[in-house]
């Protein structure tokens, strides 16, 4: 192929600056190439910047979710809690951005409207809402699988006239902190019920003169589990930094758990109660990553931990009708995201938490002052809607990325992303989707797998440089062998039965509905492997030029 001679504005342009997409600017930049960082927020720290509402915290073990401590970057960096809330979580990343000296590099409240490919001279054009033009040989989204902001679409919604606002677009000062919103006394209704409400509802729920909670479909939750971190035991952990970094890089998910040997289905009765019975107890995701190997692909052995969440429901909520309506009968255990929970179930207990089912009674409008179910009226002064995110591809629809020939990324992936190893797209040559559609970031510890996959993005584009090569685009066999084996190998999972935020699903307009998973569940350790041996044979299943 020809290429034009254009030499563009950077040689790399990194969208986001959570905590993957600041990484990956700073690699860039030490290994001596150009690069420029944009970001729609004032500052770093993305999913931490953005989510500012009570309750937002960790779900993974703080001490395995950082990354820039793990690695030395920030290495006295002290944890203050097993899971680290959200003020903590975003002192994190500006203390990680102010250690590798990132922000001169970005421009904030800035967004990217367009990313167009110039084929002639091989390099993308970038249209900024400023009205602002740049080019770049190489464009690379860190936009986070967690980002476009989903509002539901309900008749009304923008007549209210008392506080409304979604979970992840806290209401902030004119300092850009967010409220300390006063709840006592008011009548407030949250929506969703996802792992944002979870968190929301126990706190709202201490002072609210009165907590609806609109749900449409229930979460099998279990408890987080988080107590604070002593200065002694954080001196211990940041003593097993390195072995801890290794652990998790060989777990599936880079969570510090592993799977049991056994299958539920070889289990006495007994003996696995009593197993259930101690990962409930123990603190975080371990029961839904320690449990036994067969958890997601045998529909028996989930049932048995099904059931043994559901009593556990059934002995926290005293209302029993309540407690039914909070037991989902829709999808597998770990068939969604697991929302960790503090004091969840014990809300419903309270006397001014009531629990409005949304599949029984629908929503019909927003109005002036509440909210109308099919069979009532609610009267309401706030309205939190936690109702989650256009997940994984998401932010990239929200752009306008065009490749060869004009086509667009979002018509491009219709029916379901197509990609290899979940980085490139084949007709988007240069375009690199970290924590992406595919692969393996997004189903993971985000903290670990998005700087392990930063790193290896780095040294193609170092490999690029070095060879006086300038185009990166996969072959159609590789992607459609990649993108094959990863809608086979979600199928064989119980993963497939439900709708979490990970699956896309299409309504065709004959009726016909398409279901793809956006990730890649084969694990991390494969995956990398998987990544390692392409650049070991050249970034074999790309064509480069």
């Given at each position: 192929m020809v290429i034009g001679e254009l030499k563009?504005?950077?040689?790399?342009?990194?969208?986001?600056?959570?905590?993957?997409?600041?990484?990956?600017?700073?690699?860039?930049?030490?290994?001596?190439?150009s690069v420029c960082g944009i970001e729609a927020g004032a500052d770093v720290g993305g999913t931490w910047f953005w989510?500012?509402?009570?309750?937002?915290?960790?779900?993974?073990?703080?001490?395995?979710?950082?990354?820039?401590?793990?690695?030395?970057?920030?290495?006295?960096?002290?944890?203050q809690e097993r899971f680290a809330s959200q003020p903590e979580m975003l002192r994190y990343a500006n203390s990680a951005a102010d250690a590798m000296d990132v922000r001169k590099l970005y421009r904030f409240n800035t967004k990217v409207v367009a990313a167009h490919y110039q084929e002639?001279?091989?390099?993308?054009?970038?249209?900024l809402d400023s009205g602002d033009i740049l080019t770049c040989r190489h464009l690379i989204s860190a936009t986070g699988p967690l980002s476009a902001t989903r509002m539901p679409d309900i008749a009304g919604i923008d007549t209210f006239k008392g506080?409304?606002?979604?979970?992840?677009?806290?209401?902030?000062?004119?300092?850009?902190?967010?409220?300390?919103?006063?709840?006592?006394?008011?009548?407030?209704?949250i929506i969703g019920t996802g792992a944002t409400g979870v968190q929301i509802i126990p706190i709202v729920a201490e002072s609210a003169g009165e907590l609806l909670v609109f749900q449409r479909s229930p979460n099998w939750c279990t408890p987080l589990g988080n107590t604070p971190i002593s200065k002694d035991e954080m001196a211990v952990i940041r003593k097993r930094y390195p072995n801890i970094l290794e652990y998790v890089k060989v777990t599936d998910t880079a969570f510090p758990?592993?799977?049991?040997?056994?299958?539920?289905?070889?289990?006495?009765?007994?003996?696995?109660?009593?197993?259930?019975?101690?990962?409930?107890?123990?603190?975080?995701?371990?029961?839904?990553l320690s449990g036994f190997r067969d958890l997601l692909v045998n529909k028996e052995s989930n049932k048995f931990l099904a059931d043994f969440v559901a009593?556990?429901?059934?002995?926290?909520?005293?209302?029993?009708?309540?407690?039914?309506?909070?037991?989902?009968?829709?999808?597998?255990?770990?068939?969604?995201?697991?929302?960790m929970e503090t004091n969840y179930y014990e809300a419903y207990n309270k006397a001014n938490v009531h629990l409005i089912d949304i599949r029984e009674a629908p929503i019909v409008e927003i109005a002036e002052t509440g909210i109308r179910t099919a069979d009532a009226f609610h009267e309401l002064d706030v309205i939190i809607f936690a109702t989650g995110f256009d997940a994984v591809t998401g932010s990239l629809d929200r752009i306008d990325i065009r490749g060869k020939g004009g086509k667009r990324l979002k018509d491009a992936w219709a029916d379901g992303p197509t990609t290899f190893l979940g980085l490139q797209a084949r007709g988007f040559p240069n375009f690199y989707t970290l924590v992406g559609p595919h692969n393996g970031s997004a189903f993971c510890n985000v903290g670990v797998c998005g700087g392990l996959q930063a790193e290896w993005v780095t040294q193609m584009l170092v490999y690029l440089t070095a060879?006086?090569?300038?185009?990166?685009?996969?072959?159609?066999?590789?992607?459609?062998?990649?993108?094959?084996?990863?809608?086979?190998?979600?199928?064989?999972?119980?993963l497939a039965e439900a709708n979490a935020w990970w699956v896309k699903t299409t309504t065709k307009p004959d009726g016909t509905v398409v279901r793809r998973t956006l990730v890649h569940v084969g694990g991390g350790p494969e995956y990398r492997k998987r990544c390692e041996q392409v650049a070991y044979h050249d970034y074999e299943g790309f064509e480069l030029a």
């Open positions: 563009p504005d950077f040689d790399a342009v990194v969208i986001g600056a959570g905590v993957t997409g600041i990484y990956q600017t700073h690699l860039l930049e030490q290994s001596g190439l989510n500012r509402y009570p309750g937002c915290r960790l779900d993974t073990e703080s001490y395995a979710y950082g990354y820039f401590a793990l690695k030395g970057i920030i290495p006295d960096w002290e944890w002639a001279s091989n390099v993308w054009e970038i249209t506080e409304a606002f979604h979970s992840s677009r806290w209401p902030v000062d004119e300092d850009g902190l967010p409220r300390d919103i006063d709840f006592t006394g008011k009548r407030v209704g758990y592993h799977r049991d040997h056994r299958k539920a289905i070889d289990v006495p009765a007994e003996e696995r109660e009593a197993f259930f019975e101690q990962l409930y107890n123990q603190p975080g995701y371990g029961i839904w009593g556990k429901i059934r002995q926290r909520v005293k209302d029993q009708r309540v407690a039914e309506k909070l037991i989902p009968t829709d999808h597998p255990f770990g068939g969604k995201r697991v929302p060879k006086g090569l300038s185009f990166a685009e996969p072959t159609q066999a590789a992607e459609d062998e990649w993108t094959e084996s990863i809608y086979r190998d979600f199928s064989r999972t119980l």
